[in-house]
């Protein structure tokens, strides 16, 4: 098969047909990283204490009750992408734990680049990287 020359842009480890859908798929990250910590993380609440031992309960928290806290519970929270776990936390590690999965995840994502693509028509396709890009229309580097 000939060469024929596609430019893609990569972003988050999806390729897109331009550059307006990749700087689109960050406007999305930043709305995962800001709203959607289950994304990044897995929080359930605990009952008991670190003397009589820790109860942990069977449901996984959503979004919206692991942006809601409670300050008054212990918690456990794990790491999507390295798998760490604390247990037995406060309101206070626990948000501490969140913002380290969350730049963990934006990290090992690269949320703050899109790459500038030129992937061949060939079977498998040869990609070539031809420039690396900051997102324009939201600011990622807070994620990373």
């Not at 709305?31 to 009952?47: A, G, I, R, S």
């Not at 942006?67 to 390295?82: G, H, P, Q, T, W």
Request: glycine share 4%; net charge negative; hydrophobic share 35%.
């Amino acid at each position: 098969m000939g060469y024929l020359l596609m430019i893609k842009y990569g972003y988050a480890f999806k390729n897109y047909n331009s550059l307006e859908e990749a700087e689109a798929a960050a406007e999305d990250m930043k709305n995962v990283l800001d709203n959607q910590p289950t994304m990044f993380c897995n929080v359930k609440m605990l009952e008991g204490s670190e003397e009589t031992g820790w109860d942990i309960t069977p449901t996984l928290l959503d979004d919206t009750q692991i942006l809601n806290a409670n300050v008054n519970e212990k918690y456990m929270i794990s790491n999507v992408i390295s798998g760490n776990t604390s247990l037995g936390i406060d309101y206070t590690a626990l948000q501490e734990r969140i913002s380290e999965c969350k730049l963990e995840f934006g990290r090992h994502y690269e949320v703050n680049e899109i790459f500038k693509l030129d992937v061949s028509d060939d079977d498998p396709p040869k990609v070539t990287h031809l420039e690396t890009l900051v997102p324009q229309t939201v600011d990622m580097s807070v994620y990373i």
